[in-house]
Nanobody, 124 residues
Framework: QVQLVESGGGLVQAGDSLRLSCAASGRLVSDLGMAWVRQAPGKEREFVARLNRLGGVTVYADSVKGRFTISRDNGKNTVSLQMNSLKPEDTAVYYC?????????????????WGQGTQVTVTS
């Protein structure tokens, strides 16, 4: 059974940084496509950043390019999301998610494994 546990959310001001971490058990993060997904109130879940299992290719939402960085620590079996220059529109619940297939689903909701989510609130 795969379990993903996020940590690192909080309340910050615009321009601040936060680092989210996701600890995985039951499966190696190197054997999964890993993603960070966020959901703001009244909105659908959206991909923020994705990390392919092969080659470590990363993909970011346009809204976070240049500000967010996803990374993986195989030794600790964790995935992180470094968020810099945060904006109020980044406010959301952030989920760590994993994909066991070799292609990404078109909808974030269709990812296979999910953490419980961590709240990020950015004030102006």
């Amino acid at each position: 059974q795969v379990q993903l546990v996020e940590s690192g959310g909080g309340l910050v001001q615009a321009g601040d940084s936060l680092r989210l971490s996701c600890a995985a058990s039951g499966r190696l993060v190197s054997d999964l496509g890993m993603a960070w997904v966020r959901q703001a109130p009244g909105k659908e879940r959206e991909f923020v950043a994705r990390l392919n299992r092969l080659g470590g290719v990363t993909v970011y939402a346009d809204s976070v390019k240049g500000r967010f960085t996803i990374s993986r620590d195989n030794g600790k079996n964790t995935v992180s999301l470094q968020m810099n220059s945060l904006k109020p529109e980044d406010t959301a619940v952030y989920y760590c998610a994993g994909e066991r297939g070799f292609t990404w689903p078109s909808r974030a909701e269709d990812l296979d494994y999910w953490g419980q989510g961590t709240q990020v609130t950015v004030t102006s």
